[in-house]
């Protein structure tokens, strides 16, 4: 079997890897998460060899936090952009990752890239039942939208557990625990770009 035919039915979600999240100044840094920017961007090269769609998730708020959570909403303030306001620099990609033309994009307002978006019925529509997922953090947007995809009947779902990153390897571990419970499967990424190429 060709790869491209392999891995026709699979989506790539790369979740949250925006400068906000990501570098040492971001308002949200999570602190694993400049570590694992190289294999996110070897993922992404692996993904797009292999015919795999790969689909950006992000956050974009309302400058004045008119839509984050309410947890967050002290956070934003007319005259100070929060946290992954729409058009500032700490809502675009880190350096290294670029959303190309045949790519798709979900901008999502909470932890789960399935909640109140469009993704899951994208997703049938292009025949996809498969998912791997990257990016950051564990315990909250990675978990939230591992967990919504296995309740919706996704037939394969991964986590590659060296691109996806928490604020302490414990955390993240815990987390990987979890979901590898639940039937995720949980590869590094060595292993997963082994796998059928």
């Given at each position: 079997?060709?790869?491209?035919s392999?891995?026709?039915?699979?989506?790539?979600?790369v979740?949250?890897?925006?400068?906000d999240?990501?570098?040492?100044?971001g308002?949200?840094r999570?602190?694993?998460?400049?570590?694992i920017?190289?294999?996110?961007?070897?993922?992404?090269e692996?993904?797009?060899?292999?015919?795999?769609l790969?689909i950006?998730?992000?956050?974009?708020?309302?400058?004045?936090?008119?839509d984050?959570?309410?947890?967050?909403?002290?956070?934003?303030?007319?005259?100070?952009?929060?946290?992954?306001?729409?058009?500032?620099v700490?809502?675009?990609l880190?350096?290294?990752?670029v959303?190309?033309e045949?790519d798709?994009?979900?901008?999502k307002?909470?932890?789960?890239?399935?909640f109140?978006?469009?993704?899951?019925?994208?997703?049938?529509?292009?025949?996809i039942?498969s998912l791997?997922?990257?990016g950051?953090?564990?315990?909250?947007?990675?978990?939230?939208?591992?967990f919504?995809?296995?309740?919706?009947?996704?037939?394969?779902?991964?986590?590659?557990?060296?691109?996806?990153?928490?604020?302490?390897?414990?955390?993240?571990?815990?987390?990987?625990?979890?979901m590898?419970?639940?039937?995720?499967?949980?590869?590094?990424?060595?292993?997963?770009?082994?796998?059928?190429?």
């Open positions: 079997m060709a790869a491209a392999k891995w026709k039915n699979t989506a790539l979600l979740i949250d890897m925006q400068k999240f990501i570098l040492p100044d308002l949200m999570v602190d694993g998460g400049q570590a920017v190289p294999n996110v961007i070897k993922a992404v692996v993904a797009r060899r292999r015919g795999i790969v950006w998730v992000v956050r974009e708020h309302d400058p004045l936090g008119r984050v959570e309410l947890f967050r909403q002290h956070l934003y303030s007319v005259g100070k952009a929060g946290p992954t306001s729409r058009g500032s700490g809502a675009e880190v350096d290294g990752l959303i190309k045949e798709y994009k979900v901008v307002m909470r932890f789960s890239a399935f109140a978006t469009h993704l899951n019925s994208f997703l049938k529509t292009a025949g039942d791997v997922v990257v950051v953090q564990t315990p909250n947007c990675i978990r939230q939208t591992v919504d995809a296995v309740a919706l009947d996704y037939k394969y779902v991964t986590v590659i557990v060296d691109a996806t990153a928490s604020a302490t390897p414990e955390i993240h571990l815990a987390n990987i625990f979890d590898k419970n639940v039937g995720v499967a949980t590869p590094t990424l060595e292993e997963w770009c082994e796998s059928d190429d």
